[in-house]
């Protein structure tokens, strides 16, 4: 399983667009990126899965260089309601062991 | 739209004593999950389940977890004889596919072991 990085914490502000960044150097060629949210107190809840270049959907884009070492999870215009944890997977998809990791607390602040 | 829903949602034990939670993941849904996270740490993969048998466990799923599908439409944990560092919330989830990587997941059950 590829190893991901990513930021522990982060703040942000209200209406700015947040770009939280993990990085995964030995990803396999078979390997997806996903991105999971989780709220205080509630299971972690799908955002975004890319394989190359930009994938985006009515929440979030998903920014992944060519290399695919790193990739990008961007939400556009942040409100308080954004402040949560992100994780971001890397996995095979046809893998049935789906691993999180620490995760990105993010903090959005008014 | 479908959810999965998980019951109790708060389970208060002594130790030693079985508890069993229980899930009813999204009716179309082939693949199922247990996730289990202790206050304050990560999301922990414990167990996934396809055609009435285990797929993948981890580590923390040893001879005290078992799950089981008694119908077709229940989910269930069970950990025979639980321990104060089983207290966590554990939370089931399910898929209908696993290229989109996407699980749905359940709002959780806390159990709180004294």
Known sequence: LAKTTQPISMDSYEGQEVNITCSHNNIATNDYITWYQQFPSQGPRFIIQGYKTKVTNEVASLFIPADRKSSTLSLPRVSLSDTAVYYCLVRWNRDDKIIFGKGTRLHILP | EPEVTQTPSHQVTQMGQEVILRCVPISNHLYF???????????????SFYNNEISEKSEIFDDQFSV?????????????????????????ASADRLDTGELFFGEGSRLTVL
Do not use: H
């Open chain 2, 68 to 92: 089981e599908r008694p119908d077709g439409s229940n989910f269930t944990l069970k950990i025979r004889s639980t321990k104060l560092e089983d207290s966590a919330m554990y939370f089931c």
């Open chain 2, 33 to 47: 999950y247990w996730y289990r996270q202790i206050l304050g740490q990560k999301v922990e993969f414990l167990v």
